[in-house]
């Protein structure tokens, strides 16, 4: 029985080519998930009077 090199050229080609999809579709849907829980957060609101905690400088 021979090895049919053509049909398993074909079928390496097509499962290279569905791998990258998929690879960039995720790489792109995290961005947007990403982008989507960062502007989701609530931002905590400030004191007045209060230092604020990203502020490194006093130390």
Known sequence: MEVNWYIILIAGVVLLTLLVIIIYYNRRDRKQ???KINLDY???KKKSGEEDPDDLKGT
């Open 42 to 44: 609530p931002k905590p």
């Open 33 to 35: 998930l990403e982008k």
